[in-house]
């Protein structure tokens, strides 16, 4: 899931091999279980293009695995898993939306939807939503989106310090081509669009 979002936000790294990677954590997670000379006491959050290689990349640490693994099930390795269980929380829902490397996947989805999407906020939502469902959207599921977008549009120009805050989230930057008010605004339907259950759910 989280090398889906990277993916559609243009931000992932496809490079082959090459060490584990610390992409964004909470804060304090190794430390609380951390042997005194351990080379793993503290984390080391990665930088640049390993902060977006693929999730297969990211250093597991058993006493304490990444969180955005564990939320989503991830086996803890401790024993052989033939099948990983299933499951559907508030946890997950949250993570989702808020974390950081999601929401700054939203950003650059936004700026694909801003650059890529056409010249109208109805052709920039029906190619994201294709994009990310893999099918074209109705003609209701569009109004309703893009009702979303002008409210959006009208909290963040009303809000230039919200706008600038929503578009400054994880470690890449911005792109300089759009106010900051409507690329935080696409931000949030790039955030909500991605969050939809055809995009995060396979049945």
Known sequence: MRDQALFLSGLLVQKMGGEGVNPYQPPNIWEPVAFGG?????????????????????????????????????????????RRERTNTPLQALQLMNDIQYFEAARGFAERMLSEGGETPEKRIAWAFEVATSRQPTAEEIQVIESVLHGYEARYQADAKAAQEAITVGESQPSEKYAPAELAAYTLVANLIMNLDEVINKN
Request: positive net charge.
């Open 38 to 82: 351990s080379n793993t006491r503290n984390y080391q959050q990665s930088t640049g293009e390993n902060l977006y290689r693929r999730s297969l990349y990211t250093f597991l640490k058993r006493t304490a695995p990444p969180p955005f693994m564990s939320t989503f099930d991830g086996p803890s390795r401790e024993q052989s898993c033939s």
